[in-house]
Every structure is written in structure tokens, then in C-alpha cells.
């Protein structure tokens, strides 16, 4: 062996005899180059491709066709293999490089390109085809992905070349239809004398067909995904040998798996995509909930862009469902189109059957109110409102008018064959497929129906396209629903303030009531005896009452004290007495009861040391506010009947609502007497209000008593905290709501009367309505017990109460020792009940509430009851514990 060449001069040389001999060093190094040594001088010459990126050894396979061609260029591509390479593989290397090229390709559209070109080249096949399966189970048929792609057709011409028609082969039909169904391979040398072939595009392309081998792509669990067909040889063979059966099948099995992936990948992509659309629509729905319109051009543009059709609409039964909805108990709209969805998840084809079990038609049309329009490459909706005659006239509003009757999905393949086979001979409108699709709202009726028209390339749509409508479709009823809902709840809003402007003129003292009272004078409160817990209103004459009530707060220096503008004094006054109800008892006259008794704890009973004049102010406003519209029954009666209060409010249903109308009186014009407090007494104050009022609840006198017990025993005397305050200002409020019992028993006795006789009345509401008997206190047949029923009362509420107040606060001592005196003559009517007499001369009213039909009638109605006369008590009455624990029935006169 000749030793290398050591001196540059030597090398230099021999570089000289190389370049000026090349032909001999290129046959030396195809004849006795070693592999490794040829690609040694491959990696020396060419620059390296970068690591990141593998060559494509179907861009190599490219070059090594165009090498043979001919007009090939004689510059080499960059980063392509040299022909060499691939021509010193064997057989083996170039199948598992062909594999490797198609093993990580996604892309369906390349992976099924790469296929074909490298099965041409493994087989020397002339060109190839192939297509993938679709299709229901029952409805398989194959799709031309890719067909009659040679070796050198490029991506983009094969690709135009399917879109141009659509190829759609039956399973069973024909020889790819053949192998799809059958699952085996097909080997054809005369393809013309076999009947399972179609000639038809061979007389179109001037192309002979001689040579033909078909086999099936099947997936990892054996299902046919799709079939690839190759078609005549290259180097002139008469047949395809089974060495190209064994390759061409081998290969196959790889790329089932890859176009599979590549499949998985495809949906993975549209899922994804699909998922972001619907979070944009979702998103839409409350961005454009104020503007119908802008909402659904938005659905439609998305709609139209990812189900690729050249048209959309929208057409809605009624855009005032929502409104309307909450006045369909009070009165059914005679032209309210209102249909029922029974089956959203029906896909039919034309043969759609309504709920009575009788064939939908054509001349069955809804009325349209509105219809959105999104052509082609538009960006803004046509909004039409049909008459009747263009709904009649309009094959497409006919068509729509079908799936809203028969509440289920339609899709039209052919739309002038669905016509004819539908006995309608309409204008088709330009449309080719159409896709029909109901619009629900939230309790699942039709208010609409969207639209889909031609799809890309007049393909039918298919069920991927079915599934994205659907939930368009379901978006859309959203948006619409929403959108809706909001312009009704404006509306209402709306009507509310308009309704409140009128409540408050109604509900506002007039200027001249209210300029009458401020100009009169204002008696003392020793001649209204308002400064005595014995306190009598019935002599009282309606002005009076009113003058009585200016006088406390005279009195009680609020007026001076909170700036209050005398004439709106006067005006609030007189409106909190207009808001009161003519009912038997819960009247104006006892709101003044209440707040003079409050004022009577104030002034007689010493509590206004105890208080500042804000709370003083807060609690006589409370006392006259807190049974402000009464209706005559209690909370337990507005949760039975689910009254509208109810519906507000589950607790302390009323006194939640005496708040609400005090308030309402305070922000009507010229009746706040708290205009001049500073922001933070108007806060405090309204707070105070707000606690007494709702303290007059019993359900939270008993929930706060015990607490207000316990302080009293441990012998507490300091209530200037917060919560101590409330908790004494609550029990106040009771002591003066209850404190009825407490007045002379000729008076007791007659509000007594006034009590029953109003639950008698509920109990008369509970039977007629509510088909219910009614308790003890409110059946009018168990009046007899109502002494019995008022002892008990009196032991489990107000003398417990009472006792405390007058032990800790010895100046309201009389309410304690008038009720024990009242209660003697209760027990003593008790007994006499017992002994078979009765209390009550007569046993009903003279008309029975449920033959009241004026209810004018009801102001002129009262229970005529006349006690008996009985001897005073000698019996000391037994000493009374606040810790009962006998019960007694209650008749309670809140």
C-alpha cells in the first residue's frame, strides 16, 4: 500500500489530478467506494441539514423521478439525499424509510399524499387513489381523498383535483366499493372485462385502464378506515406479481395506523377549535345580551365560517315569548305560536312526522316574526320582518316552517329531489343542500329555527356538521333567550317605576289634606291622655288620631331636635295613615296605639333615659310604620297561599313588607322627615327602624327573649352597647305591640272582639281556598274557646315580658298590673265556657266572607259579640314564673 501524502505540496498535487480527471474518480467511487467512505465525502461536501428538521424521503424519492425525466434541472435541491443514497439502499432500508416519512405525519391531506406517491414508487404503480370510509354503520360509503395522484403530481394539483367533484363509492359498489366491504384484496390484469369496473372516467381523461390492485386500510381493531388503489405499471409488466401484493400490503398495514392518528389528530383539532368557538359564544351571550341583532350575526358568522356554507338565517316565532310569559296564567294570547319540542335528538331526512302522528307539509307554515340573514362573505345580518305572503312564497321560509312544526332536525341532500318527492314545485332559491335545525329556549319550546344553505362545493352536510350545528344551534336559543330576558326585565323596570310613580301619588297625602292639618292646632297631650298607659282612641276622630300622633313628636323635642319641616311632618303622617288598610284590627288607629304606648314607656315609664333622641326618633317612627299595609292575615297564611310577599321574603314575610312600604313612603317626594340628617344618622336611623319593625315579628320575640332574660337576671343595668340596645328596643316594641292586653277591661274586651273577628276572617279565607281547618284562634266554630285561648296568651307572652320590664324599669309597672287584672276576667269567661255558657251571643256574621263578591261590602261587616256579666274575682291570682312550663293555646292579637 502507497503511504499517504505527508507535505501540503504533495496533497495539493494530487487534488490537481483529481479535478483534472473526474470521470475516473467518479467511476471509482460508484465501483469501489466503500458506503462508509461514501458517506463520509457526502457529509464533507454537502452542507448538514439541521437536527431539528428530518429530510422528507418523499421530496428524495421526487428527485430521484426527476432525475430520469428528460428536462431535469441540473442543480440539486438543497437538503435533498443524492440519487445515489437512495438507490444503494436494498429493499428493506427503503421500506422502513418510507414508513418513517409517514409515521409522524398528522396532516390527513399530506400523509394520504405520501402514501400513494411512495406505494407508485414501491410498486412502480403509474398513479393511485384513495379514499376513506364515512358514513353511518348501516350507510358506509368510501370518499376519494386523494385520486390519481402519479409520482410527480404535486400536493397542491392533487388536492384541487379531488375538491373539483366529489367521489362518493357505496360499500359493495364497485371494485373499491368491493374491497371496503368485503375486506380482501383485489388483483385485476384486464380491467375492461371485469364488470365491477367503471369505465365511465377513463372515457372522460382519455385514460386506459389495464392494470389494477385494490386493497383495504384497515385500523388496529380490523375496521376498514379506508382503501388505496393503484393503477398500470411503469416498467411495462402485464400484472401486478405477488412480491407487489406483499409490499403494497405490508405498507398498508403501517399506514392504516398513521391515517388513523392523522384522523384522531383531525378531530382532536376540530374539537379543540369547536371548543374555543363555544367559549366565544358563550362569552357572546353576555357581551351582546342587550342587542339581538349583534347576537346572532355573531352566532351566524361563526357558523357560517366553520361549517363552510354560503348562507345562514335565523327565523324566530314570537320575540315577545319571554315578555309575555309572565302573564300566560292571567290570560293565554290568542296569537301566541307556542310549540312544544318533544324530540331534539331526531335526525330525519325529509319524512318528518308531527306529535298528533300526522305528516307534516309544506302548506303547514309558521308565523315568522323575524328573520336573520347572513350571506356569503357578509359581516352584517339582513333583518326582515315577513308578512304572510312572503312566508307563503318563499321555499326556504316554507322549509323552515317544516322543522318548526315538526320540532326535529332536517337534512336536505338534494333539495329540488326532496321538493319533488314532498309534492312542491317552489323556487329552490339557488339552494342545493339545505340544513335545518329547531331553536329552543330554556323550557324547551320553539321560538326559532336556524338555517343552514349550500355547503362548500354543494357536498351534503355531514353528521360532524350536524353535531356543530346542534350546538349553534342550542347556543343561539341561549343568546336569544337571554337576550330576551333582559329586554323583558328592562320593560319591567321600567313599568315598576312607572307603577311606582303612580303608587306614590296615590299613596302621598294630598296638599290640600296635608295644608289643612299643618295650619290646625295641635291639642296638648294631657288632653289626648297620652302620657297615661290607659290611653283610649275610640272617641277619637280620624284628624285627631293624626293630630295625636303630631303631638308626640312635638313632645318628644324631634322636631326641633332633626329639623323636621313641619308640613312634611304632616304630609308623612298623613300618608303612613292612607297606607294602612281598612281591616278590623291592623289598622291605623292600632299603629297610634302602638306608638303611644312607646311614648307613654318614654315620658311615664322614664325608658328615655335609656335612649338618644335618634333611637327615640327610630322607635315612635317604627311603632307607627310597622304594620303599614296590612292585609288582615298573617305570615303563616302568605306561605300557605305562596303570595307574591311570600315569594320575597320566607321569614318575617309582613314585617319585611311594613319595612318596604315605610321606606317607600320616606323616598316619596315631600315625605322624608329625615331630609336633614347627616348620612350617618340617616344610616343609624333607618337600622333602628328596620330591627323594631321586624322585632314585632313573635317568631323573633321568642328568639331573643331568652337572651334578654338571662341579662335581666344577672342583673344588668348598663344598655348603651349596640347589641343590648337592639336587644332592649325589641322587647319594647312587643311590650308595646301586645300592650292591647294591658289597657281597661272594657276596652280589652272590645279589641278582643276586633281581634277575633279579623282571624275569624282568615279562618273563613283558609277554609274557601286552601280547603284547610284552620287553628283553634282562627275557627270560627271554636270561638267558645277563645277566654281559654287569651289566658294562655296572656301567661306564655305578656305577663312573662311585662314582669321583667316593670322588675328592671319599675315606671312601667301599670302594663304589668293591668294585664294581671285582665287576666282574672279571662280565666273567669274560661270557666264559665266550661261550665256550658257561652260568650258570644250570635255564632256567625251576618254574610259569610266566601258570598262577599264587592269588596266594598266587607268595610260595612263586624261580629257582633256581647259578653256576660260577671262578678269580680275574690281569689288572689297565683304568683306567675317567666320560665312557664305549663302551655297554653295562644290567640295571639298581633
Known amino acids: 500500500m502507497m503511504p499517504p501524502p505527508t507535505a501540503e505540496d504533495d496533497l495539493a498535487s494530487a487534488g490537481s489530478w483529481l479535478e483534472s480527471n473526474p470521470a475516473l474518480l467518479e467511476r471509482w467511487l460508484r465501483d469501489h467506494a466503500s458506503p462508509e467512505l461514501l458517506q463520509r465525502v457526502q457529509h464533507a461536501v454537502l452542507p448538514a441539514a439541521p437536527a431539528a428538521k428530518r429530510t422528507s424521503i418523499t421530496s428524495d424519492l421526487f428527485q430521484l423521478w426527476l432525475a430520469a425525466s428528460p428536462a431535469k434541472s441540473d442543480q440539486q435541491p438543497q437538503n435533498v439525499r443524492p440519487r445515489r443514497d437512495l438507490e444503494s439502499m436494498d429493499e428493506a432500508e427503503l421500506f422502513m424509510e418510507l414508513i418513517r416519512d409517514v409515521a409522524n405525519e398528522l396532516d390527513i391531506d399530506v400523509l394520504c399524499h405520501k402514501i400513494l406517491v411512495n406505494v407508485c414508487l414501491l410498486t412502480h404503480a403509474d398513479r393511485g387513489s384513495l379514499f376513506l370510509a364515512r358514513g353511518p354503520p348501516d350507510e358506509r360509503y368510501l370518499t376519494a381523498k386523494l385520486f390519481d395522484v402519479r409520482h410527480d403530481t404535486a400536493f397542491e394539483e ?30 385485476i390484469k384486464d380491467a375492461y372485462n371485469d364488470p365491477r369496473f367503471n369505465s365511465e372516467i377513463d372515457r372522460k381523461t382519455g385514460y386506459q385502464t389495464k392494470l389494477i390492485l385494490c386493497m383495504p386500510i384497515c385500523n388496529y381493531e380490523g375496521d376498514v378506515i379506508g382503501v388505496a388503489q393503484i393503477i398500470n405499471k411503469t416498467d411495462d409488466s402485464l400484472e401486478f406479481t405477488n412480491h407487489d401484493v406483499e409490499v403494497f400490503e405490508r405498507y398498508l398495514t403501517f399506514c392504516g395506523i398513521g391515517i388513523q392518528n392523522a384522523q384522531l389528530f383531525e378531530v382532536s383539532v376540530l374539537e379543540y377549535r369547536r371548543n374555543q368557538i363555544l367559549l366565544n359564544l358563550a362569552r357572546s351571550i353576555f357581551e351582546e345580551q342587550n342587542n339581538l341583532e349583534c347576537l346572532v350575526t355573531k352566532i351566524m358568522k361563526e357558523a357560517q365560517d366553520l361549517l363552510k356554507c354560503d348562507r345562514c338565517a335565523v327565523y324566530l316565532l314570537d320575540l315577545n315569548c ?23 335528538n331526531s335526525n330525519d331526512k325529509g319524512n318528518l312526522v308531527t306529535d298528533n302522528n300526522q305528516k307534516a307539509t309544506l302548506d303547514n307554515f309558521c308565523t315568522f316574526t323575524t328573520v336573520f340573514e347572513l350571506r356569503a362573505t357578509g359581516t352584517q345580518s339582513l333583518v326582515s320582518r315577513p308578512s304572510s305572503f312572503d312566508l307563503k312564497t318563499s321555499t326556504l321560509a316554507q322549509i323552515a316552517s317544516y322543522t318548526a312544526c315538526t320540532g326535529k332536525l332536517l337534512n336536505i341532500a338534494d333539495v329540488k329531489t326532496w321538493l319533488k318527492e314532498n309534492h312542491h314545485n317552489g323556487d329552490t332559491e339557488s339552494a342545493r343542500t339545505i340544513l335545518c335545525m329547531p331553536i329552543v329556549n330554556g323550557q324547551k319550546n320553539i321560538i326559532g329555527v336556524a338555517q343552514l344553505i349550500n355547503k362548500a362545493n354543494g357536498v351534503p352536510f355531514t353528521e360532524c356538521d350536524i353535531s356543530l350545528f ?10 336569544i333567550h337571554n337576550t330576551q330576558m333582559y329586554e323583558s326585565a328592562c320593560k319591567l323596570m321600567a313599568k315598576q317605576k312607572v307603577a311606582l310613580e303612580c303608587l306614590s301619588y296615590h299613596a302621598t297625602a294630598s296638599n290640600e289634606v296635608t295644608d289643612k292639618l299643618a295650619k290646625e292646632q295641635i291639642p296638648s297631650a294631657d288632653n289626648y291622655n297620652l302620657y297615661n298607659f290607659t290611653f283610649i282612641d275610640f272617641d277619637l276622630s280620624d284628624e285627631d288620631t293624626c293630630k295625636a300622633a303630631i303631638r308626640m313628636f312635638l313632645d318628644c323635642n324631634l322636631v326641633q331636635q332633626f329639623h323636621i319641616p313641619y308640613e312634611v311632618l304632616c304630609r308623612w303622617i298623613l300618608s303612613v295613615k292612607k297606607n294602612y288598610r281598612p ?43 310597622h304594620d303599614l299595609d296590612h292585609r288582615g292575615t298573617n305570615n303563616a297564611f302568605q306561605t300557605k297561599t305562596e303570595s307574591p310577599l311570600a315569594i320575597l321574603y320566607s321569614t318575617s314575610t309582613m314585617e319585611h313588607h311594613h319595612f318596604d312600604q315605610c321606606v317607600m313612603i320616606l323616598n316619596t317626594e315631600s315625605n322624608n322627615i329625615f331630609q336633614a340628617l347627616s348620612p350617618d344618622d340617616y344610616r343609624k336611623v333607618m337600622k333602628i327602624v328596620e330591627t323594631a319593625i321586624l322585632s314585632t315579628d313573635l317568631a323573633m320575640y321568642f328568639k331573643k327573649r331568652n337572651k334578654f332574660l338571662e341579662l335581666v337576671e344577672n342583673g344588668e343595668f348598663d344598655w348603651q352597647s349596640d347589641d343590648k340596645k337592639e336587644l332592649l328596643c325589641g ?50 266554630e271554636r270561638k267558645d274557646e277563645l277566654p281559654q285561648m287569651q289566658v294562655g296568651f296572656i301567661d306564655v307572652i305578656c305577663l312573662p315580658l311585662y314582669r321583667v320590664l316593670s322588675e328592671t324599669f319599675p315606671w312601667v309597672k301599670p302594663l304589668y298590673e293591668e294585664t294581671v287584672e285582665n287576666r282574672k276576667h279571662w280565666q273567669d269567661l274560661a270557666e264559665k265556657v266550661e261550665m256550658g255558657l257561652t260568650w258570644i251571643d250570635h255564632d256567625t256574621i251576618d254574610k259569610p266572607v266566601e258570598t262577599i263578591t264587592d269588596p266594598e261590602e266587607t268595610k260595612d261587616i263586624e261580629l257582633t259579640v256581647q259578653t256576660l256579666h260577671t262578678a269580680p274575682i275574690c281569689q288572689p291570682l297565683p304568683p306567675l314564673d317567666h320560665k312557664l312550663k305549663r302551655r297554653h293555646k295562644l290567640c295571639c292579637i298581633l
Open 322 to 344: 319571554c315578555e309575555a310569559s309572565h302573564l300566560e296564567k292571567i290570560l293565554e294570547r290568542p296569537d301566541k305560536t307556542r310549540i312544544a319540542i318533544t324530540d331534539n
Open 158 to 187: 392533487a388536492v384541487k383535483q379531488v375538491r373539483s367533484e366529489e367521489i362518493r363509492i357505496p360499500f359493495g359498489v364497485g371494485i373499491a366499493g368491493t374491497v371496503a366491504q368485503s375486506k380482501m384484496l383485489i388483483n
Open 583 to 625: 281591616v278590623k284590627y291592623h289598622n291605623w288607629r292600632h299603629a297610634l296605639n302602638v306608638a303611644q304606648t312607646m311614648f307613654a314607656m318614654f315620658k311615664t315609664g322614664k325608658m328615655d333615659r335609656f335612649m338618644c333622641d335618634l333611637d327615640i326618633l327610630g322607635l315612635i317612627v317604627a311603632c307607627l310604620c
Open 731 to 780: 322587647m319594647m316594641m312587643t311590650a308595646c305591640d301586645v300592650s292591647a292586653i294591658a289597657k281597661p277591661w272594657d276596652v280589652q274586651h272590645r279589641v278582643a272582639k276586633m281581634v277575633a273577628d279579623e282571624f275569624f276572617d282568615q279562618g273563613d279565607l283558609e277554609k274557601l281556598q286552601l280547603k284547610e281547618q284552620p287553628v283553634a284562634m282562627m275557627d270560627r
Open 470 to 479: 346542534e350546538a349553534f344551534a342550542i347556543f343561539c336559543g341561549l343568546g
